[in-house]
């Protein structure tokens, strides 16, 4: 196969993913130009607030907060819901937090707060995980580039068009030239 199609058929595959229905609104693809340019490029942080800021994460790593989900509790209980509630620096790596609901066998639910840990269980014996600060900005990064091709293409379903028409334009499928912007 030619590689530009090859490349066509896997960008069009990821369009059609969960995680890029989420660039189908629009505050969403704001909020990931707004942020990679506070966070990646030093840029204005006036207005952003910790609640927006924790929304918009939990968003973008909605994939990694499923994980777990239905696990079997020491208390007989199972998780149902995650949600990052906070964020803690340490050094070049961040830990994060979740306050998870689960239900117990007689129906009732409850909420506890716990790290997320290397292989997202609840084990005593499970690690924090520390997830190396790069790696969180190369995600923002990644999305604004995502939003602003979005944007410029007109929306994901016409991009999605784009990369599965029989001959895609070329120009459509280079990407951003230098950065989200």
């Known amino acids: ?7 066509a058929r896997r960008g069009a595959a990821f369009l059609q993913s969960d995680f890029a229905a989420e660039f189908d609104d629009p505050d969403f693809r704001q909020a990931a130009l ?3 340019a506070a966070i990646n490029d030093g840029g204005d942080t006036a207005g952003l607030t910790g609640a927006e800021l924790y929304g918009f994460a939990n968003r973008l790593f909605a994939r990694e907060l499923r994980q777990g989900l239905g696990e079997r509790l020491r208390d007989g209980g199972v998780i149902t819901a995650k949600r990052l509630v906070a964020v803690y620096l340490d050094g070049d790596a961040v830990m994060l937090e979740l306050d998870i609901r689960a239900r117990r066998p ?3 639910e409850y909420d506890y707060r716990a790290p997320v840990t290397r292989g997202r269980s609840s084990a005593d014996t499970d690690e924090v995980l520390r ?15 995502l939003a602003a091709g979005i944007e410029r293409a007109g929306g994901r379903a016409r991009l999605l068009g784009l990369l599965q ?4 334009r070329t120009t459509a ?3 951003l030239q230098g950065g989200a912007r």
């Open 131 to 145: 997830i190396p600060l790069r790696r969180v900005r190369d995600r923002l990064r990644g999305a604004a580039m």
């Open 106 to 108: 007689d129906g009732s």
């Open 165 to 168: 028409s029989p001959a895609p």
């Open 173 to 175: 499928l280079r990407g």
């Open 34 to 36: 707004r942020y990679d």
């Open 1 to 7: 196969m030619n590689p530009l199609n090859e490349r």
